[in-house]
């Protein structure tokens, strides 16, 4: 016999899809394969030193948990936020934002590896092995923060556009008493900020044919206290425009605008629509998981008098 608190349970750790179930599965697999085989590491992890000629670990790195509690942060992150991100953009969309992500952060940090090693000369930052998944966590955040970002959460109590940056500030804290932060700072800066580029600028909608999320409730200084914005915005407006100054006069030359306005899609309101959306989408799945756990206590009871 089910009780009402197994079902709610149920519900709770239900309804993940069956791409994120997979990627659990490598991540988990990735894990005990370097468990067992300790010198897989020299292969699969990103060791700066050893990139050139092993080049693909710049995209298994990504997949390689070492440390038990890495893993299950992971894939916790992996099946929860994928469940609201996945039917959103859908599975091709999310498959290539995880490989386009893990692949450019691994890159960054193999290029900052290097930087820091001519600048300190310590070796360290040359044979150190790097991975994990935590950088594509970090863009699931900011997608996050793009979709909902108004949605409380249930127990911190804050709003979904700040887990971002809170994450981030919590990691540079954590990074000025532990001497291995090199091992995940800069993986979780790149991370986040790779996810942001691709959601504000590449990634495509299907329904309009555009690219990008140019609202200002994105912009690059929503990541910053208010006090700082006005700092921020005239900074970051330089980088916008070199990085889609051209694309947007590619939209007007090409018929994108009418009479000086832009079409459905390529403002702000699609933006807006998006956020409704994934709202909608996360209101919907609530639901369905509170009926869920209901009708589990129905029949829970309805047991109970049947054994009477």
Request: glycine residues 8%.
């Amino acid at each position: 016999m089910s009780s009402p608190a197994v079902s709610v349970g149920t519900s709770a750790f239900g309804g993940f899809t069956r791409l994120c179930k997979g990627l659990a599965v490598v991540l988990f697999v990735g894990h005990v394969l370097v468990q067992l085989l300790p010198s897989a590491v020299s292969y699969l992890a990103l060791i700066p030193a050893r990139t050139i000629p092993f080049a693909w670990n710049l995209i298994t790195a990504g997949y390689i948990e070492q440390s038990i509690y890495g893993v299950v942060i992971s894939i916790l992150g992996l099946l929860f936020m994928g469940k609201l991100l996945e039917p959103i953009w859908g599975s091709k969309e999310f498959l290539k934002f995880i490989f386009i992500l893990n692949f450019l952060t691994s890159v960054c940090v193999f290029i900052t590896a290097i930087a820091l090693y001519y600048v300190t000369r310590q070796e360290d930052y040359l044979y150190m092995p790097l991975s994990g998944f935590h950088g594509v966590l970090s863009g699931f955040l900011v997608g996050v923060k793009q979709i909902v970002p108004d949605q409380e959460l249930p127990l911190l109590r804050i709003k979904a556009k700040l887990l971002p940056s809170l994450m981030l500030l919590i990691a540079i804290a954590i990074s000025f008493f532990t001497p291995e932060s090199a091992t995940y700072l800069p993986t979780l800066i790149f991370g986040t900020y790779i996810g942001w580029l691709y959601l504000r600028y590449l990634q495509r909608k299907p329904e309009t044919k555009l690219r990008g999320d140019p609202s200002e409730d994105f912009a690059f200084s929503t990541f910053f206290p208010e006090i700082l914005r006005p700092v921020i915005d005239p900074i970051a407006s330089i980088f916008h425009r070199m990085l889609c100054g051209r694309s947007e006069a590619s939209a007007e030359a090409h018929g994108y605008t009418l009479g000086g306005a832009p079409l459905p899609g390529s403002d702000p309101i699609e933006a807006s629509r998006r956020r409704e959306r994934g709202a909608r989408a996360l209101e919907e799945r609530l639901a369905a998981e509170r009926l869920a756990a209901v009708q589990g206590a129905e029949e829970s009871k309805k047991d109970g008098d049947d054994n009477v």
